[in-house]
């Protein structure tokens, strides 16, 4: 993951288990899991697993989309979640835009400040 991180920008990992998205996973979850792990100024990242960093992430909103979902309908689903005070992390990007299928891709709040 910190590899993705470094070289793609990815910030947001949906996290799937038995099939199913059970979360997703953020770069503040990983630097905060790296501070709390730091011994004599070295971090050993052998055989971390998802599942060590997991208790590090806060619960974030997520919502699912299909493939064929119009990006301006998308925009309009983080600007609902707003106007209730609640923040929408991502939204990920499926087939059939359901919680147990394999994700296509992701969307956050930065991605549409950069489509506009």
């Not at 099939?19 to 709390?36: Q, R, Y």
């Not at 359901?98 to 991605?111: A, R, V």
Request: net charge negative.
């Amino acid at each position: 993951m910190i590899l993705a991180i470094h070289n793609n920008t990815y910030t947001k990992f949906p996290i799937y288990k038995d099939g199913s998205c059970v979360g997703i996973l953020t770069s503040g979850a990983v630097l905060k899991w790296m501070a709390k792990h730091i011994s004599n100024d070295v971090i050993d990242l052998a055989n971390i697993r998802v599942g060590e960093v997991i208790p590090y992430e806060t619960k974030h909103l997520i919502d699912f989309v299909n493939n064929d979902r119009d990006i301006f309908e998308v925009e309009e689903m983080f600007e609902k979640r707003h106007a209730h005070g609640k923040k929408l992390e991502a939204v990920i990007i499926t087939e059939n835009g359901q919680i147990d299928e394999k994700p296509l891709g992701i969307i956050t709040s930065w991605d549409l400040i950069e489509i506009d």
